[in-house]
């Protein structure tokens, strides 16, 4: 079945030091990629999207990604989390083909001091 | 900005109880959306509208109808509230439908006793 994994549920960081959420889907057409975040009662917000072109695209809060068509993979980093960063976050696929599109189950990050 | 205001933030009813949750956006968006969102399933579409009465059924529209009388509004009707449909619902907006910048309401939490 075509699917969107998010394999971690859950990921404590130190402020300060990097971050890598990871996103693999199982589509064979090349997607639409999108992250969004989901601060704590908030709804969600874009942080950047892939749709064609330069595979590393940058978003809002110093958040990038980038897309390995050869794994599947549209992994969010940033260089230097803030506590600010807490948040859930969500990975999300869109295939033209049969206009499917899907969120993974989402990534909960904490931040400690 | 875009702004997508869900009506209530917290409702609490009955199980068998007709429940209505409105969202309304103000950027003349075509494109409306509702998910439900539920831990570890992350967001699931139930019906989205491209058009004023019109409606496409997502990926769980069981016990779920919709209605778009006005391009600003979207609700989704609960024809008879279940213990089971207790979630966070979430609305969202769009110019060009799903591979296009969603945004989002802040939910609403129903809770069904």
Not at chain 2, 7 to 27: A, H, N
């Amino acid at each position: 079945a075509q699917s969107v994994t998010q394999p971690d549920i859950h990921i404590t960081v130190s402020e300060g030091a990097s971050l890598e959420l990871r996103c693999n889907y199982s589509y064979g057409a090349t997607p639409y990629l999108f992250w969004y975040v989901q601060s704590p009662g908030q709804g969600l917000q874009l942080l950047l999207k892939y749709f064609s072109g330069d595979t590393l695209v940058q978003g809002i809060k110093g958040f990038e990604a980038e897309f390995k068509r050869s794994q599947s993979s549209f992994n969010l980093r940033k260089p230097s989390v803030h506590w600010s960063d807490a948040a859930e976050y969500f990975c999300a696929v869109g295939i033209n083909t049969g206009n499917q599109f899907y969120f993974g189950t989402g990534t909960s990050l904490t931040v400690i001091p | 900005d875009v702004k997508v205001t869900q009506s209530s933030r917290y409702l609490v009813k009955r199980t068998g109880e007709k429940v209505f949750l409105e969202c309304v956006q103000d950027m003349d968006h075509e494109n409306m959306f509702w998910y439900r969102q539920d831990p570890g399933l992350g967001l699931r579409l139930i019906y989205f509208s491209y058009d004023v009465k019109m409606k496409e059924k997502g990926d769980i529209p069981e016990g779920y109808s919709v209605s778009r009388e006005k391009k600003e509004r979207f609700s989704l009707i609960l024809e008879s509230a279940s213990t089971n449909q207790t979630s966070m619902y979430l609305c969202a907006s769009s110019i060009k439908g799903w591979f296009d910048i969603q945004y989002f309401g802040a939910g609403t939490r129903l809770s069904v006793l």
